[in-house]
């Protein structure tokens, strides 16, 4: 399909000289749950300030563009009102950062003000709500900020980047490009805000700020969901079988929403010394991530010499599935299931990658597989999580998931057998990794799910 730039014509920040409200945010972004170098002492500079205009001239609109020293640009949206009796003690304005002379700044996504600037700025289909009604900030988030419009005339959610990446953001151009071509399970955007600024070399940079998409109401998130199950001892099986073809189907809408470069397809003819040359890249690529990860965790390095030999039943692989787009961090958080209709139905979310991945690693093509390999760990989670008493719940589970998406391929899903473990162990030992620095007392569950893979390998 045709591309679509919808980061054209950004709205521009210019340079502020340092003020009160700086001095405020470097104090107030630090303790944020979405600051993404925490227990670092970052020092934060303000590369630009773009302002919003209000539509009812209520309050000064602002987003500060704030860049750390590793380069990453924050967004900091911020509302100034004039201070008023609900501006103190305990019942306060929701999100106040601070008080300041004569007013007091509120984090932008509390504030209406915001949200009515934001849309007045945004670029659209022709789709996006004309009324709000009330807004509300979705709690817990960690790397972004949602805000709820249940009460707009198309109800919808808004999502604001709190680190903004260079160029089109994924989960801008996914979800659009998957609507645009027809498929359901992805909910649409509404509007999209470019913002643009120019770094210190004086060159221009452009990245979306935020989203506005539809909102899928009755919804529940997909862990909350599998850890209830879980917990109360009742099958997920019928739920995992649909997962299973739901994430089929967004693997093909991919392949025809956004094909690979340069083949016109993902799935072009490739020969034999290509296909080759493809298996051996990708078994190159998983034993150098098990190398990385076994010179982090001491638990990896003892079972390094078992992982190497599980990788060695791909040698004999005759290829891999060609590459593709990818969700790329696709796990039971990252779906809905809607109570509407028959049964409802899934919906995909989030398809701005690994957190932690750059804009090319965001945007790579990569194998398919990988998705459900995720989604199989993201099992193994909720039956941890959700205490799942039987062993059965999650053996049925994730065999459900994998014949949900064979069923949808119509058993031409390449790799299974033997891709498929190879790709979740890569993954369990990346959860490994991460839980060893982050959550030392969630690491039992990726070790007994290597555990059980290098077991299945022998």
């Known amino acids: 399909m045709a591309e679509v730039d919808t980061t054209a014509g950004p709205v521009l920040g210019t340079r502020v000289p340092d003020d009160a409200e700086l001095d405020t945010l470097r104090s107030w972004v630090p303790s944020q749950r979405w600051f993404p170098e925490k227990g670092t002492d970052a020092a934060l500079d303000r590369v630009a300030v773009v302002d919003l205009p209000d539509p009812l001239d209520e309050a000064a609109v602002r987003v500060h563009l704030l860049a750390l020293p590793s380069g990453a640009v924050l967004q900091v949206p911020t509302v100034r009102r004039a201070a008023t009796g609900e501006d103190a003690g305990p019942a306060a304005r929701p999100g106040v950062i601070a008080p300041l002379p004569g007013g007091v700044l509120v984090d932008g996504p509390h504030d209406p003000a915001f949200v009515r600037a934001w849309l007045a700025a945004a670029h659209d289909d022709g789709a996006a709500p004309t009324r709000t009604g009330v807004t509300k900030v979705v709690e817990g988030e960690q790397s972004n900020t949602s805000v709820l ?112 470069a340069g083949t016109g397809h993902a799935h072009a003819p490739r020969n034999e010394t290509e296909r080759h040359t493809e298996v051996r890249r990708v078994v190159r690529t998983l034993r150098e991530r098990a190398e990385a990860a076994a010179a982090r965790v001491p638990e990896v390095a003892a079972r390094a010499e078992a992982v190497h030999a599980a990788y060695d039943r791909l040698e004999a692989l005759a290829s891999v599935p060609p590459l593709q787009r990818v969700h790329g961090d696709y796990h039971l958080g990252q779906v809905l299931r809607s109570t509407d209709g028959d049964g409802g139905r899934w919906y995909v979310l989030d398809f701005e990658g690994e957190p932690q991945a750059s804009a090319d690693e965001k945007t790579r093509p990569d194998l398919a597989l990988r998705d459900l390999a995720g989604m199989l760990r993201s099992l193994d989670y909720a039956a941890a999580v959700g205490e799942a008493r039987d062993p059965a719940w999650l053996g049925d589970a994730r065999d459900r998931l994998i014949a949900g998406y064979e069923h949808e391929t119509g058993g031409a899903a390449v790799g299974l057998e033997v891709l498929l473990p190879a790709l979740e162990l890569d993954k369990a030992l990346y959860e490994v990794v991460y839980e060893s620095g982050n959550r030392p007392d969630w690491l039992p569950i990726p070790l007994a799910g290597v555990d059980r893979l290098l077991g299945h390998a022998r």
């Open 149 to 260: 419009l249940p009460g707009a005339d198309r109800p919808a959610i808004l999502k604001v980047f709190r680190v903004v990446t260079l160029g089109p953001n994924p989960d801008v151009e996914v979800p659009l490009a998957l609507a645009r071509a027809g498929w359901a399970g992805v909910p649409r955007p509404l509007a999209w805000l470019p913002g643009g600024w120019e770094r210190g070399d004086g060159s221009a940079a452009v990245g979306h700020l935020g989203v506005l998409s539809e909102l899928v109401q009755g919804a529940r998130d997909g862990f909350e969901l599998a850890c209830d199950h879980a917990r109360a001892g009742t099958s997920f099986g019928d739920l995992a079988e649909d997962l299973g073809r739901t994430t089929a189907q967004m693997h093909r809408a991919l392949r025809t929403a956004i094909p690979v």
